[in-house]
């Protein structure tokens, strides 16, 4: 429990061996006595359990006072920066579903828990995730296995395009997809589109997989062998299903979004990122898809601004070596759309980016705001509730570049010129290269849109 010190001082004259004066002879001067099992055990509980437990994809659990202990000094600093909770969007511009973030004074009491000595407290126990929402705890409709990852002790970061055929009796719908990580430590991103192919593959098409070898990325592409049989380009579902670390599969309300699978189709792993490894592990995590009774009624859609999408980049995205770049990308919406979800996404350069969308009459909506890129962290956000937005209205982003020797995420050493690889279609995902790209899911505007929540 803890008491604004207004009173403290006051108490402290009244009773001389009051335990709410230690806080003051500690020097955090803001809270009185912060014990672990009263108080940081739920911050933990509900901001970092669900990621810092076993098989939940952090490198080590926090779910007991000793662990947390034990890591105490670097909590405090982290969470101070505000690094950890990993959640990048600013939230005094957007809120989103799933929201981890500390408030300051949730900070201020893990802070103020460690200066005064880290007290335990009574009511001992192993800490459980409080979960924001279960999504879909019931059993999929069908499971994909992904092509084995072996990874060796000493490893760096390795990236891999993957195909995972499936077959299904008939066109089917779907209405989630979600990534299950065999080896949660260590699978730190997957991005995944869908192929609908119009003929059913000849054998044998099954689990390819390609590491991604600095400028091969075209070749590697190619070797997994994508084609229609008449070598046509199969129907492609952009981005059907993501995974970060403690990361869910979106589930709308009943009758809208999902996607439809042919009888044949294959997902691939668009730029699967293994983390470091400290020992030799395999890892084959799967994907768990959940059909849906019948064809939506109101299907999702997405636009795409910036590399790859249908507004252009101004000015063009070439970030010279050692400097700052400002860029700007906008898209004008030809019909009243709710809108639902927002991916932005950039490479290791990219350091702030703000999207807002510009209505007819000049007002503004906020759409994302993400004032410290981190490469690591790059989530499809989805708005707590649609957002309206009319025909006419531009949709505007503006993203800042830092290609200077002091960037830390700057690949090259001393910096180099970097920007889209335009001669490949700017589709490079070599974090190498750079990108600009906002992708929005949206649907149709129905009347009362506005009032309905994801
Ligand atoms: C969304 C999942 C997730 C949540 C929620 C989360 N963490 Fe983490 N945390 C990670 C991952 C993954 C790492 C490993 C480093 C990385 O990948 O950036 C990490 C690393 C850390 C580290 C080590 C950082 C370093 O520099 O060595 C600390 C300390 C930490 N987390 C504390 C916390 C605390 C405290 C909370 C809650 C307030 C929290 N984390 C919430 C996923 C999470």
Redesign the pocket.
Known sequence: MFHRTLIGPLLCLLTLANSSCHSEEKGTDSLEEVVFYDDVAK??EQ??????QVD?????V?TSYEA?SR?AK??V???QKG?????PADPNYQHFIGE?L?TER?KQL?KAWVDQGKLKGTGERVLQAKNPKGLKKSKPDLILDMPVVSLRAGDQDRFFLMRIPGLVEKDTWVKAMEIRPGVR?RL?HFNGHVLNYKQVKSLPWSNGIQEITQGEYEADFAQLDLLETDGSRPERIHSAVNY????EGTLFPDGIGGFRLSRQFALIGNDVHY?PSDQDTQDRSQIWIWFADKEPRRKTAEFMLGTNGSSAIEPPLLIPAGQITHHRTAFQIKADVSLLTINPHMHLLGSSLKAYAVKPSGDTVNLISIPRWDF??QYTYTFTHMLRIPRGSWIVCEATYDNRASNPNNPYSPPRTVGERLEYGGASMRATDEMLQLIIGYTPYQKGDEALTL
């Open positions: 911050i933990m901001k970092c359990v669900p990621c810092h939940g994809g952090a490198p080590f926090l947390v890591k670097t909590i600093e982290v969470t690094i950890m909770p990993p959640w981890r500390l949730e893990i430590e730190h970060l670390p403690g990361m983390g690591r962290w």
